[in-house]
Protein backbone atom coordinates (compact mmCIF):
# COMPACT_ATOMS: atom_id res chain seq x y z
CA UNK A 1 0.00 0.00 0.00
CA UNK A 2 0.95 3.31 -1.06
CA UNK A 3 1.09 6.37 1.77
CA UNK A 4 2.87 8.31 4.22
CA UNK A 5 3.86 6.81 7.72
CA UNK A 6 4.28 8.99 10.46
CA UNK A 7 5.80 7.58 14.03
CA UNK A 8 5.43 7.60 16.49
CA UNK A 9 1.36 8.20 16.88
CA UNK A 10 1.82 9.46 20.33
CA UNK A 11 4.94 11.46 21.99
CA UNK A 12 5.48 12.96 25.66
CA UNK A 13 8.76 15.11 25.65
CA UNK A 14 10.45 17.14 29.21
CA UNK A 15 11.08 20.24 29.17
CA UNK A 16 14.40 21.00 27.47
CA UNK A 17 14.50 17.91 25.43
CA UNK A 18 14.42 17.33 21.77
CA UNK A 19 12.23 14.95 20.06
CA UNK A 20 12.21 13.86 16.62
CA UNK A 21 9.10 13.15 14.89
CA UNK A 22 9.24 10.45 11.53
CA UNK A 23 7.72 10.67 8.69
CA UNK A 24 8.78 8.08 6.01
CA UNK A 25 6.39 7.82 2.40
CA UNK A 26 6.55 5.12 -0.42
CA UNK A 27 4.67 7.41 -3.24
CA UNK A 28 7.82 8.20 -5.25
CA UNK A 29 6.68 12.29 -4.70
CA UNK A 30 9.42 14.89 -4.49
CA UNK A 31 8.30 17.58 -2.12
CA UNK A 32 7.42 16.80 1.26
CA UNK A 33 6.20 19.35 4.48
CA UNK A 34 5.74 19.76 7.57
CA UNK A 35 2.57 21.32 9.06
CA UNK A 36 1.37 22.14 12.76
CA UNK A 37 -2.07 21.97 14.08
CA UNK A 38 -3.33 23.54 17.17
CA UNK A 39 -7.00 22.87 18.41
CA UNK A 40 -9.50 25.81 16.74
CA UNK A 41 -6.84 26.81 14.31
CA UNK A 42 -6.09 25.33 11.01
CA UNK A 43 -2.85 24.00 9.50
CA UNK A 44 0.70 25.58 9.54
CA UNK A 45 3.82 24.85 7.64
CA UNK A 46 6.71 24.70 9.76
CA UNK A 47 8.84 23.32 6.84
CA UNK A 48 9.48 21.80 3.26
CA UNK A 49 11.40 20.08 1.07
CA UNK A 50 11.36 20.22 -3.14
CA UNK A 51 14.39 17.81 -3.06
CA UNK A 52 16.87 15.71 -1.47
CA UNK A 53 19.18 17.77 0.85
CA UNK A 54 17.40 20.91 -0.02
CA UNK A 55 14.20 22.47 2.36
CA UNK A 56 12.96 26.01 2.90
CA UNK A 57 11.08 27.31 5.99
CA UNK A 58 7.44 27.76 6.37
CA UNK A 59 5.64 30.35 8.23
CA UNK A 60 6.32 28.69 12.02
CA UNK A 61 10.48 27.13 11.25
CA UNK A 62 11.53 29.08 14.43
CA UNK A 63 12.30 26.17 17.12
CA UNK A 64 12.21 23.36 15.04
CA UNK A 65 14.80 21.81 12.58
CA UNK A 66 14.74 18.89 9.68
CA UNK A 67 16.60 16.96 7.29
CA UNK A 68 15.95 15.68 3.65
CA UNK A 69 18.90 12.79 3.16
CA UNK A 70 16.59 10.32 1.54
CA UNK A 71 13.88 10.76 -0.97
CA UNK A 72 11.60 8.49 1.24
CA UNK A 73 12.08 10.81 4.76
CA UNK A 74 12.09 13.96 6.44
CA UNK A 75 12.37 13.75 9.85
CA UNK A 76 11.46 16.92 12.18
CA UNK A 77 12.95 17.80 15.26
CA UNK A 78 11.76 19.86 17.98
CA UNK A 79 13.73 21.40 19.52
CA UNK A 80 13.97 23.14 22.78
CA UNK A 81 14.24 26.47 21.64
CA UNK A 82 10.42 25.61 20.62
CA UNK A 83 8.46 27.56 23.13
CA UNK A 84 5.26 25.61 22.89
CA UNK A 85 5.44 22.61 21.52
CA UNK A 86 2.15 21.03 22.54
CA UNK A 87 -0.14 20.24 19.01
CA UNK A 88 -0.73 17.91 16.28
CA UNK A 89 2.27 17.19 13.68
CA UNK A 90 1.11 16.24 9.99
CA UNK A 91 3.76 15.39 7.55
CA UNK A 92 2.65 15.32 3.62
CA UNK A 93 3.92 15.17 0.27
CA UNK A 94 2.97 15.58 -3.28
CA UNK A 95 4.59 15.55 -6.80
CA UNK A 96 5.98 19.00 -5.93
CA UNK A 97 5.56 21.93 -8.51
CA UNK A 98 2.86 20.58 -10.68
CA UNK A 99 2.15 23.32 -12.98
CA UNK A 100 -1.23 24.22 -14.57
CA UNK A 101 -3.30 21.14 -15.37
CA UNK A 102 -0.89 18.84 -13.66
CA UNK A 103 -2.17 16.82 -10.32
CA UNK A 104 -0.56 18.08 -7.64
CA UNK A 105 -2.66 16.62 -4.52
CA UNK A 106 -1.01 16.73 -1.14
CA UNK A 107 -1.57 13.31 1.00
CA UNK A 108 -1.33 13.68 4.50
CA UNK A 109 -0.31 10.85 6.76
CA UNK A 110 -2.22 10.03 10.15
CA UNK A 111 0.10 12.28 12.56
CA UNK A 112 1.86 12.51 15.76
CA UNK A 113 0.31 14.11 18.47
CA UNK A 114 2.94 15.43 21.02
CA UNK A 115 2.57 16.66 24.63
CA UNK A 116 4.97 18.36 26.84
CA UNK A 117 4.86 16.80 30.48
CA UNK B 1 -1.12 37.63 8.10
CA UNK B 2 -4.15 35.60 7.13
CA UNK B 3 -4.62 35.44 3.95
CA UNK B 4 -7.35 32.73 3.91
CA UNK B 5 -10.41 33.37 5.74
CA UNK B 6 -13.12 30.21 6.39
CA UNK B 7 -16.74 30.72 7.86
CA UNK B 8 -18.34 29.28 9.85
CA UNK B 9 -16.48 28.20 12.66
CA UNK B 10 -19.07 25.53 13.48
CA UNK B 11 -21.92 24.44 11.52
CA UNK B 12 -25.34 22.02 12.30
CA UNK B 13 -27.00 20.46 9.34
CA UNK B 14 -29.98 18.16 9.72
CA UNK B 15 -29.83 14.84 7.62
CA UNK B 16 -30.52 15.21 4.42
CA UNK B 17 -30.01 19.19 4.44
CA UNK B 18 -27.23 20.82 2.50
CA UNK B 19 -23.70 22.24 4.22
CA UNK B 20 -22.21 25.65 3.03
CA UNK B 21 -19.15 26.33 3.93
CA UNK B 22 -17.29 29.57 2.25
CA UNK B 23 -13.62 31.07 2.29
CA UNK B 24 -12.39 34.35 0.62
CA UNK B 25 -8.74 34.37 -0.12
CA UNK B 26 -6.62 37.67 -0.56
CA UNK B 27 -3.64 36.90 -3.00
CA UNK B 28 -4.58 37.14 -6.34
CA UNK B 29 -1.48 34.88 -7.76
CA UNK B 30 -3.07 31.51 -6.00
CA UNK B 31 -4.24 29.01 -8.55
CA UNK B 32 -5.09 25.92 -6.59
CA UNK B 33 -8.33 25.33 -4.46
CA UNK B 34 -8.41 22.20 -2.51
CA UNK B 35 -10.85 21.12 0.18
CA UNK B 36 -10.12 18.60 3.01
CA UNK B 37 -12.04 16.88 5.00
CA UNK B 38 -10.49 15.19 8.08
CA UNK B 39 -11.98 12.97 10.49
CA UNK B 40 -10.87 13.33 15.08
CA UNK B 41 -7.54 11.59 15.24
CA UNK B 42 -6.54 11.82 11.32
CA UNK B 43 -4.94 13.38 8.92
CA UNK B 44 -6.87 15.25 6.52
CA UNK B 45 -7.89 14.13 3.22
CA UNK B 46 -8.49 15.62 -0.16
CA UNK B 47 -12.31 15.72 -0.98
CA UNK B 48 -12.42 17.75 -4.24
CA UNK B 49 -10.07 20.69 -6.04
CA UNK B 50 -10.59 23.93 -8.31
CA UNK B 51 -8.24 25.62 -10.25
CA UNK B 52 -9.79 29.51 -10.74
CA UNK B 53 -10.46 29.01 -14.91
CA UNK B 54 -14.09 26.88 -13.77
CA UNK B 55 -16.80 27.93 -11.51
CA UNK B 56 -17.73 25.52 -10.32
CA UNK B 57 -16.90 21.76 -9.79
CA UNK B 58 -18.92 18.95 -8.75
CA UNK B 59 -17.93 15.56 -7.77
CA UNK B 60 -20.45 13.17 -6.43
CA UNK B 61 -22.34 15.04 -3.61
CA UNK B 62 -19.92 17.62 -3.29
CA UNK B 63 -19.53 20.79 -5.38
CA UNK B 64 -17.04 23.38 -4.85
CA UNK B 65 -18.44 26.75 -6.53
CA UNK B 66 -15.39 28.98 -7.60
CA UNK B 67 -15.96 33.71 -7.55
CA UNK B 68 -12.44 34.71 -8.90
CA UNK B 69 -13.88 38.34 -9.16
CA UNK B 70 -15.04 38.05 -5.22
CA UNK B 71 -12.01 35.98 -4.25
CA UNK B 72 -14.02 33.57 -2.78
CA UNK B 73 -15.45 30.03 -3.06
CA UNK B 74 -17.24 27.82 -0.93
CA UNK B 75 -17.97 23.95 -0.64
CA UNK B 76 -21.72 22.99 -0.94
CA UNK B 77 -22.58 19.30 0.35
CA UNK B 78 -25.36 17.86 -1.09
CA UNK B 79 -27.83 15.39 0.73
CA UNK B 80 -25.50 15.54 3.63
CA UNK B 81 -25.00 12.49 6.22
CA UNK B 82 -23.87 11.85 9.49
CA UNK B 83 -21.35 10.03 8.30
CA UNK B 84 -20.17 13.67 6.72
CA UNK B 85 -19.77 14.94 9.99
CA UNK B 86 -15.95 16.26 10.21
CA UNK B 87 -13.41 18.73 10.37
CA UNK B 88 -13.60 20.97 7.07
CA UNK B 89 -10.65 22.76 5.87
CA UNK B 90 -10.54 24.86 2.33
CA UNK B 91 -7.18 25.92 1.31
CA UNK B 92 -5.03 27.57 -1.78
CA UNK B 93 -1.80 27.67 -3.00
CA UNK B 94 0.62 28.70 -5.83
CA UNK B 95 1.42 26.21 -8.39
CA UNK B 96 2.24 23.74 -5.84
CA UNK B 97 -0.09 21.43 -4.45
CA UNK B 98 1.68 20.61 -1.00
CA UNK B 99 2.73 24.23 0.26
CA UNK B 100 -0.99 25.24 1.31
CA UNK B 101 -2.55 28.18 3.39
CA UNK B 102 -4.77 26.48 4.98
CA UNK B 103 -8.12 27.91 6.79
CA UNK B 104 -9.22 27.85 10.01
CA UNK B 105 -11.63 24.81 9.18
CA UNK B 106 -15.10 23.83 10.21
CA UNK B 107 -16.68 21.35 12.34
CA UNK B 108 -19.65 20.14 10.54
CA UNK B 109 -22.29 18.12 12.32
CA UNK B 110 -24.86 16.46 10.92
CA UNK B 111 -27.71 15.40 13.02
CA UNK B 112 -29.80 12.25 12.15
Known amino acids: DGGITQSPKYLFRKEGQNVTLSCEQN?????MYWYRQDPGQGLRLIYY???????QKGDIAEGYSVSREKKESFPLTVTSAQKNPTAFYLC????????????????FGQGTRLTVV | QQQVKQSPQSLIVQKGGISIINCAYE??????FPWYQQFPGKGPALLIA?????SEKKEGRFTISFNKSAKQFSLHIMDSQPGDSATYFC???????????FGQGTELSVKP
Open chain 1, 49 to 55: SQIVNDF
Open chain 2, 91 to 101: AASINQGGKLI
Open chain 1, 27 to 31: LNHDA
Open chain 1, 92 to 107: ASSTGTGGFLVNTEAF
Open chain 2, 27 to 32: NTAFDY
Open chain 2, 50 to 54: IRPDV
